[in-house]
């Protein structure tokens, strides 16, 4: 079930309207059926995925706490087997088959591959990870193991964030599930806004952005030049309003029915640096693999080239968490090189920046900070040619290309066809970039939490606000062929 669909809007008006009228005892039962129905209306047999994952570690959990920490390990370790073997065979098995066919296939001998016809389960990378980390945290001994079953079942399948995140805490969610929550009509507008402003970004833009980087990069061998760069560009906007949108949507209804889940993303690409803007892009995976993956690494506690190391080994992870394929364990370590590169130079940017005193003289500070906003920005969209690239080749062949015919770029008919000839007519191309101004408009002028800042404008502003997000919404929509949100195949 799509949240950009008329099913998924009459599913949660129904479960809203049940959840006020049932008393407290039995909302967390509505919730579970509800959120599993969710998942099943994509395909229903793959709901035991989730069943067992929650199973194992509801048991695994209790018994780390019951037993302790030193003798707790050993379940510790079976609990991450049986979690991430399951997100290997699912996900990966065919990606590590592959590779080791053309590995042996290279050193001369023949080798075929065994076949499997593996399904992808949808959001299996993120229910997983929210169940290992609270197994993790009883472990340390964060948390309490919780012994409601059918609430810790509602935790890891809850459906606004079940399939693409965030990927929430313990700490956060769970003890929500236990609070009354009584019907706010304020918090009700609220939500309804969050809401909007998520359908916005998924069916203004990034839905009508996708038509135009479907059209170059699946069909990369006819194109080159301006061709790749502003398909790259506008894939960057496609893939921020497509996964932020989802965010939104869930944290909208999430809201509606007086749960808070967390901000996952903060203007990344108003980041002057490749390490600020991974403190603002996808937070709740940052922020896991922060935890779970650098930390226990080491982190910055052994000198800096063991950081250094650490920080490059989380993000290769981090790029094979979002696909199994080489182009995205490229990207993820193009990321990390970025973040130690900038974590080499941090002191003596520093120093250049007292140099030109950008603190004193807020012209040349204005201009400093927009510099690297647009080097930051420019660099993020250079690594997305990996990240979109259907294969290697692919990948290969736009970076070859794009700076093709650079002379006519500026030409008035190659312009012409360029915008032309990526599938979007005239038109289209004028609402997508009018979205795009208003979208970026509105978080650099209003800043930080957009829909906390307008809580505190007048009705007026509210409503030109939102209106105009609305219109788009209605009159400019992406109704035809609604696309899927892209998280949901990671």
Known sequence: MLFNSFHFLVFFLLITVAYYILPHKFRWILLLAGSYYFYMCWRAELIVLIVFVTFINYLFSLRIQKVGKERGRNYLIACMVINFGLLFVFKYLNFFTDSITAVVNSLGIAY????????????????????????????????????????????????????AGPIERSENLL?????????????????LKIMLWGFFKKIVIADRAAVAVNTVYNSCEYYSGLYFVLATVIFAMQIYCDFSGYSDIAKGCAKILGFDLMENFERPFLAGNIKDHWRRWHVSLSSWFMDYVYIPLGGNRQGALK???????????????????????????????GVVFYNIMADKMYHLRRLLRTDKIKIIGGIYNFIAVIVTFAFVCFT??????????????????????F???????YLFNVFT????????????????????????????????RFRKKSALSNAVFYG??????????????AGEFIYFQF
């Not at 591959?113 to 340390?140: C, H, N, W």
């Not at 079953?149 to 399948?157: A, T």
């Not at 002379?407 to 008919?413: E, G, S």
Request: aromatic share 20%.
């Open 468 to 481: 105009i997000a609305a219109t788009f919404v209605l009159l400019a929509g992406v109704y035809y062929n």
């Open 307 to 337: 950081k250094y190391r650490n920080l490059l080994i989380t993000f290769m992870v981090s790029g094979l968490w979002h696909g199994a394929a080489w182009t995205y364990v490229i990207w993820g370590t193009i990321h990390g090189i």
């Open 175 to 191: 003890p929500q599930f236990y609070k009354r929550m009584r019907f706010s009509l304020p918090r009700t507008v609220y939500g």
């Open 421 to 452: 000839g990526m599938g979007l007519g005239l038109f289209e191309w004028a609402v997508l970039l009018g979205a795009i101004i208003y979208l970026m408009g509105s978080e650099i002028f209003v800043g930080g939490n957009i829909h906390d």
């Open 407 to 413: 002379r006519i770029w500026a030409t008035p008919q």
């Open 112 to 163: 075929t591959r065994p076949e499997f016809d593996i399904i992808l389960p949808m959001g299996i990378s993120f229910y997983t990870f929210q169940a290992a980390a609270y197994t993790i945290d009883v472990y340390r001994g964060r948390i309490k193991a919780v012994r409601h079953y059918g609430k810790f079942s509602l935790f890891i399948s809850f459906f606004p964030q079940l399939v």
């Open 384 to 405: 997305f040619i990996f990240f979109r690239s259907n294969t290697m080749s692919d990948c290969i062949f736009i970076l070859k290309h794009i700076l093709w015919d």
